[in-house]
């Protein structure tokens, strides 16, 4: 069983800031690609960021020089810094982890999991 689990979210005034933190947990024997969505009611989910392994970063237009995507390999965990946050950035945050699970002692198999989300609202 592979968990994530978003943390951060929250209520916070135009032009402030909020950090999100996404753990994984489980039967993980490596993590791939790790990133971050958004969504709100009626929509798509938007992508805003993702971040390799190794530490390779890409970001949507509309977050590019106002959020930082970061990681922790060591303890499977990504962080979405927003900064200069707008009322536009209002939505429910998903991460998303590209995995190894395994599945018993001997094998394994790749996914990609999703945690659960975390409101962010910006207004005043």
């Known amino acids: 069983q592979v968990q994530l689990v978003e943390s951060g979210g929250g209520l916070v005034q135009p032009g402030g800031s909020l950090r999100l933190s996404c753990a994984a947990s489980g039967s993980i024997l490596r993590i791939y690609t790790m990133g971050w969505y958004r969504q709100v009611p009626g929509k798509q989910r938007e992508f805003l960021s993702h971040?390799?392994?190794?530490?390779?970063?890409n970001y949507a237009d509309s977050v590019k020089g106002r959020f930082t995507i970061s990681r922790d390999n060591n303890k499977n965990t990504v962080y979405l810094q927003m900064n200069n946050l707008k009322p536009e950035d209002t939505a429910v945050y998903y991460c998303?982890?590209?995995?190894?699970?395994?599945?018993?002692?001997?094998?394994?198999?790749?996914?990609?999991?999703w945690g659960q989300g975390t409101q962010v609202t910006v207004s005043s």
């Open positions: 998303n982890a590209d995995l190894d699970a395994y599945t018993s002692i001997s094998s394994y198999s790749r996914n990609t999991y």
């Open positions: 971040i390799t392994s190794g530490g390779a970063t």
